[in-house]
Structure formats: C-alpha cells, structure tokens
Antibody, heavy 118, light 109 residues
C-alpha cells in the first residue's frame, strides 16, 4: 500500500519561500509522476506541478515562475519550493502520486496547512 | 482546458440517486477522473478513464461519458457519500496542465 506524508513549516512569512517535503513509502518511484496540489480554505483544488521518476518537471503555468519540485529517490522523498509567497498562497498542500497512463492522482497524502502571515 | 461541474450543490436524501455532471471545454477522450472529498480529508480517487472504478470503490458509483460530457452517478446514496466531488483532466500535449472542476457538493436534504 502506497503511503505519502507531507512535512514542513505550517507558517511562512510573506515574500519568503514555502518548503515542503513528501515522504513516500510502500511503492517505487518508477513509472509514476510525483505531484503537488493545493486547496485554499473553502475552495477547490489547484494542481501545482509534478516531477517524473526520471526528474523531468512540469508546472502549472500560473505558478511556474515561483515553483521548484525536486526528487530524492535515495530518501524516498520529493519536495516543493514556492517562492515570494503572499497570503493568496495560504492553503492545504497535498502531495500525490500521478499516473500518466490514466491521467489521475491515485494516492494522496493527508495534506498540510500552510499559512502565509507575518 | 476548463472543466465545468454542475450543479454546484445537490440536496438529496439517503437512498436517492445522485447525478453529477462535468463538461470539458475541449474533447478529452475518456481521460477523466472523479474524486470524493470529505471535510478535513484528502480527495480520494473514485473513477478513472471516465468509467473504471478505482480499487475498493463500491459498485453504486458509476462513471460515464466521453469527449466533452461526463457523468458520475451514485445509484443510491449512503450516509457516507455526502461529500464534495471533483472531476479532473489534463489538456492535450505532453506536459500540459492538469485541471480540476470546481466541484459539486452533495448535501443531505
């Protein structure tokens, strides 16, 4: 059973960089894409980006200038960095496994709330 | 690609049938997924490839459609089915953005 778990600070100051890590257990990184998705309080889901098992990245064009996703297969982890944050970046951040074959997110972490505030 | 879900809210009683719609602004073949999200929880994959149930999903959940029009039907609502449902797709072309619909809330009438 694949499990994902997000970790990182729950509070980030405006203009700083949000950094989160997702630890994956119970499965291989091969043949999947490893994704970040966020959900502002009371709102819908927004795809941030993903990284392939070979390290190729794809980002949401609306966030591309500020986003970096990286992969560390030796630690079974992948990470998100979102720079120059504002209050609009306050959200629950989820990591998820994306199947390129079926174009769906089949396993999700429980999510972590990150608030942007001074 | 824009995914439009309707209605925004569906008020029904347990045992009733729920019909949720998702329309795409361009054809997506059958590459569409449906998710269920309960308060305080992560979304859960219900349907992939428009009509295939994910592992462990009860048979009362049925997905249908192709091209630009898709439907999620819950044949007889159980108490645990009251939640928000999202559809999701990817625009054509490698590396294209992934998009979620705005969601349909199924609430107890």
């Amino acid at each position: 059973q694949v499990q994902l778990q997000e970790s990182g600070p729950g509070l980030v100051k405006p203009s700083e960089t949000l950094s989160l890590t997702c630890t994956v257990s119970g499965g291989s990184f091969n043949n999947y894409y490893w994704s970040w998705i966020r959900q502002p309080p009371g709102k819908g889901l927004e795809w941030i980006g993903y990284i392939s098992y070979s390290g190729t990245t794809y980002y949401n064009p609306s966030l591309e200038r500020r986003v970096t996703i990286s992969l560390d297969t030796s630690e079974n982890q992948f990470s998100l960095k979102l720079g120059s944050v504002t209050a609009a970046d306050t959200a629950v951040y989820y990591c998820a496994r994306y199947s390129g074959t079926w174009v769906v997110f089949d396993y999700w972490g429980q999510g972590t709330l990150v608030a942007v505030s001074s | 690609l824009v995914l439009t879900q309707s209605p925004a809210t569906l008020s029904l009683s347990p045992g009733e049938r729920a019909t949720l719609s998702c329309r795409a602004s361009q054809s997506v073949s059958t590459y569409l997924g449906w998710y269920q999200q309960k308060p305080g929880q992560a979304p859960r994959l219900l349907i992939y490839d428009a009509s295939k149930r994910a592992t462990g999903i009860p048979a009362r959940f049925r997905g249908s459609g192709s091209g630009t029009a898709f439907t999620l039907t819950i044949s007889s609502l159980e108490p645990e089915d009251f939640a928000v449902y999202y559809c999701q797709q990817r625009s054509s072309g490698g590396g294209a953005p992934l998009t979620f619909g705005g969601g349909t809330k199924v609430e107890i009438k």
